[in-house]
């Protein structure tokens, strides 16, 4: 009998339960303990939801991020928030986010805040993690009360648990050295921890553990490698049965070493890597169980069940009782429930499958497997018409589309002239002080805001009172931006609900949900949008709102916009073409809003592009391919403007020294990237690299409530200049302001002007 199992489940609840419980928590506004409650509720929900499995996961439930809690258990905590009052929780908090909650216990209340951990993009995901810290002395020490906790409530539930860590290669190749340290130098400290970890799970009665080792599909050298045969040795003297899971992309090279592991199961990305499976089947031992992630746990798109039955039955036969399958992934990357969908359009909804729905399609492969496909007859005949359905569907491919993709050229992607002659020109318009500030974008999203969105959604309030509100707010920002003395200003973006999903709205080819959220970290969720057709722009979408905040003021107002690429890494993108044709499209339809912003008299135009970097491929050899068309598809929307208009893009939370040579290329005017949480080592690259435009590295973590001074400010863009020219730095905080409250804004703001008035006496 084929076994079924899950990696991984969305933690946040159906209806951002965790998200508002944190919120709650961290301004004091309930305790401790109901915040654990609803954690505890939740896991309970989600393991009714996977009963029908043979193991459901536990421990892939975190208050913020999985691999923070990993550092934890592993006893790996910054040296910055040991020895502090308070519980675990506290301290994980303020590792997450710079502080725990708002209480008279907290260590804000004594010493105030402390920096928060840094924060990146896992893989090539939207969903961010608490970077692991080490030095020269980091020890380890177990911590399993998190995992035995949640075991303990599993056992309470009748639950056939399989715990799911982070595998120990993994975790170190996760981390970042904070001195000039060998990661791998620490993996003798380590392993130790482990063993004993993987002894409790055996005095707790585990069958079965899930060892996480995605970077088993990625580039390894040959130390990284002998790193895993050590590791995996030093365990081979467990009681426990280890599952190794991979996922995100294919083993390639790494295929024989993940065979040859001694471990008892082997988890392959099916998605990605099907032509594995029969290789690795091979290779591995005839005891040894072979797991399939059959089903996309990345995205929403409905499982063409019976042509997976194709490829499984045959492994089935061959394997019998030693194929498992799975989704591909955790289902962390997809909503909850598509039953909440109630008015979602009801053909694209029948192509749909969200994360519980990906597991009645688990089921039913597991029962046509186990019982013949007779037996589930019915539910393939449903699976196939919903598949034909959107195969055929007019609404999916547009013949004019088509036609203005076939005509792009390279013209389309040059300005007039190089970035010297430009910059004199904008320099003349714009007469900019030295170390110019500006924000990312968006300002705080206020009860007022989300309650006139609400309102209007529900019909509550028409077109012409929603437009005053919002015209309100944008006057707020702006006035709050000339009292601040910022120099280069930004409407706010009250009417945006969020980035991408703003900008999908007003495109043809997207299709929205109401309830499809998924976690991007901690209590941050985003919802994104579903891009299902042919892309193109019925009208304009941010000129009215943009001509309204520049009446506003005479200072330099920001056109912002979304870039292709970003759009296209963030939402839930179609899979019956390829991903470069999608965000060509998307390339044409932003080019007419700059187009058209341009014609409405803005001169300054922000076309973000956070997602840049998360869209590599893991893989480096696939990388070029990749950014090739990312960053033509950049400079098509950026480039047909005239060499005054002064283009801004902006990228944040990830590593851009290994592609500074493409970010270059994309030849932005001013780039603005994150550096205040990496304490600007993101700026390493410079060192060797002669970036020719303008840059604002980052001086404001906006992910933490900690308000930065002024001598901080100053001190980190101290060491921006010694990379980068002066006369080319801008001053900016990391990102948009919308997560954060104006009472937490606009102090941080104040210091950064006063630190750009500091750093201008001293040239």
Known sequence: MVTTHNLGFPRI????ELKFALEKYWKNESSRDELKTVGAQLRERHWKDQAALDFAPVGDFAFYDQVLDMSFTLGNLPERVRGFHGDALDNYFRVARGRSAQGEVDHSACCGGVAAGEMTKWFDTNYHYIVPEFDANTNFSLDPSRLLEQLNQARTLGVKAKPVIIGPVSYLWLGKAKDDSDKLALLPRLLPVYAALLDYFTAQGIEWVQIDEPVLVTELDAAWRQAFRTAYEALSERRVKLLLATYFGQLQDNLELACKLPVDGLHIDAINARDEIVKAVAQLPATTVVSVGAINGRNIWKTDLTAALEWLEPLHRALGDRLWIAPSCSLLHTPVDLNSEQKLDAEIRSWL???????????????????GRESVAEALAANAKAIASRRASPRVNNPKVKTALAKIDASLGKRASAYAQRAEKQSAILKLPAFPTTTIGSFPQTPEIRHARSQFKAGELDQAGYKAAMEQEITRAV???????????VHGEAERNDMVEYFGEQLDGYAFSQFGWVQSYGSRCVKPPILFGDISRPKAMTVEWTQYAQSQTTKPMKGMLTGPVTILNWSFVRDDQPRSVSCYQLALAIREEVLDLEKAGVRVIQIDEAALREGLPLRRAQWAEYLRWAVESFRITANGVQDDTQIHTHMCYSEFNDIIASIADMDADVITIETSRSDMELLDAFDHFNYPNEIGPGVYDIHSPNIPSQEHIVNLMKKAAERIPAERLWVNPD????????????????NMVAAAKTLRASV
């Not at 609840?13 to 951002?16: L, T, V």
């Not at 006035?479 to 200003?489: N, T």
């Open 13 to 16: 609840g159906a209806k951002r």
């Open 353 to 371: 499958a969200f994360a519980l729905q990906k597991l009645d399609e688990l089921n039913v492969l597991a029962r046509a497997l186990n019982n």
């Open 479 to 489: 006035k709050e931006q000339e009292a601040l003395g910022l120099d280069v200003l």
């Open 735 to 750: 990102c948009g302001l919308k997560t954060r409250q104006w009472a937490e804004v606009l102090p941080a703001l104040n």
